[in-house]
């Protein structure tokens, strides 16, 4: 009998080593997220160290320098070891990389979205990619360095009310102790606030007069050219540094604006923790520009941030990934990191924005003013384009004649064809 007690006693013991092996066994699968923000890169290192020592899966975050994420993704998607979630920003990107998108449609992410107005399928149906923030953009201005000139915040209603304060600034920089706009670089860091954001004066109107762009139009009018001009003209020539400084760069905008440098600054509802932390009563007004109607414009509200799940990964790292994607927009903790971050997730469970530039822009649409979507997304062969444009831009700033202008417009409108061209293999 004591024999009998004994084995049964041995085999009990084992069966619960097995069973604790099991429970402690390490989890399947493991994500690995090309991250398209470089600012975004501390916080999602952070979120991801937390998510790791909470389920024991692998979070690997890997963000590639500004203006280098497609290349970067272009070389790991081709490579033995490539990201399991990536960043699509427009319908280009999914025409590009719909092959190698899982089908998002009843997944558990999908199913917390709160609008499905954002999603971006191809042309068969398939959702391809979603939204994970909403943001908007235009010119934050600081009330405290317009009220001494007796101007307030609800006096700038169009282009010529602005043009009319900037210049006063600028004109009494000397005694005033600040300028009208921060510095408006064209360097690699900076030059997205304008040939990407601040170009979207031209696209906006432009698809505004033909219809909202499903995906890049072959070509441009650059009928609403003139207007970027006013605008970009007013920037580069009262700014806090000189027009011909702007290619260099490095002139830290987002610290001229909070040391109360200069009155105006090209940004958008990811600065606004930044800004407000510096300038409590900080706001935003439109990108007017002369356009006929714009006192009733709004901010530019959109994303070209949209979450991709790579189909080609292993199925334990597909379950990883998006197990990991639901918790971001759950966990209290992980969203309201990234709200800080990027203003508002458009998920149901996530936490809420509490964002002064995304309240402005509330406010706007509902006093029934028009918003200005990111038309902007749908340039062709982005990277390369907007490299021709900085070029044409800097040559400009250093000596603005006729005939370098001209160049701008080539490259805004014939590059704009020209890089279609070599994207569709015309």
Not at 269 to 297: H, Q, R
Not at 348 to 369: C, I, M, P, T
Not at 378 to 386: A, D, I, K
Request: charged share 20%.
């Amino acid at each position: 009998m004591k024999i009998k007690s004994t084995i049964a006693l041995i085999l009990s013991v084992l069966l619960i080593l097995s069973l604790t092996a099991c429970a402690f066994s390490a989890p399947e699968g493991s994500v690995y997220w090309l991250n398209f923000k470089p600012e975004l890169d501390e916080t999602l290192q952070t979120i991801a160290a937390r998510y790791q020592e909470q389920t024991g899966i692998s979070v690997r975050i890997e963000t590639p320098e500004t203006g280098a994420y497609r290349s970067t993704l272009r070389e790991r998607m081709a490579s033995e070891d490539p990201p399991t979630l990536f960043v699509i920003n427009n319908q280009d990107g999914v025409n590009e990389w719909h092959e190698s998108a899982l089908d998002l449609t009843d997944t558990d992410i999908q199913k917390e979205l709160n609008t499905s107005t954002y999603n971006l399928s191809d042309e068969d149906g398939k959702l391809v990619a979603i939204p994970y923030c909403l943001e908007c953009y235009g010119i934050a201005v600081n009330p405290s360095l317009i009220e001494p000139l007796g101007y307030s915040v609800e006096d700038i209603t169009d282009f010529d009310t602005l043009k009319t304060l900037a210049e006063v600034i600028h004109n009494n920089a000397f005694w005033l102790g600040y300028d009208a706009f921060c510095s408006p670089d064209l360097d690699a860091e900076a030059s997205w606030r304008i040939t990407g954001h601040l170009a979207n004066v031209e696209y906006y109107y432009e698809e505004r007069d033909s219809g909202t762009w499903q995906e890049s139009p072959a070509s441009l009018t650059g009928n609403y050219l003139p207007n970027f001009k006013n605008i970009y003209d007013l920037c580069i020539n009262n700014a806090v540094s000189a027009p011909e400084e702007l290619a260099a760069g490095g002139h830290h905008p987002t610290e001229e604006f909070t040391s109360g440098k200069a009155a105006f600054f090209l940004t958008g509802s990811w600065d606004y923790a930044t800004l407000s932390a510096a300038i409590p009563d900080v706001t935003m007004i439109p990108y007017y520009c002369g356009v006929k109607g714009e006192e009733k414009a709004g901010l530019n509200s959109g994303s070209e941030n949209f979450w991709a799940v790579n189909v080609n990964a292993s199925e334990a790292d597909q379950r990883a990934t998006l197990a990991f994607m639901k918790w971001l927009v759950t966990d209290e903790e992980a969203s309201n990191l990234l709200v800080e971050q990027l203003g508002s997730l458009p998920y149901k469970h996530a936490s809420k924005a509490e964002n002064g530039f995304l309240s402005v822009q509330a406010q706007y649409v509902a006093d029934g003013r028009y918003i200005m979507d990111w038309a902007t997304n749908h340039q062709p062969n982005e990277e390369v384009y907007r490299a021709d444009l900085v070029t044409a831009l800097c040559a400009y700033n250093a000596d603005q004649s006729d005939e370098n202008w001209e160049q701008v417009k080539l490259a805004f409108v014939d590059g704009w064809a020209k890089q279609y061209a070599a994207v569709n293999n015309y």
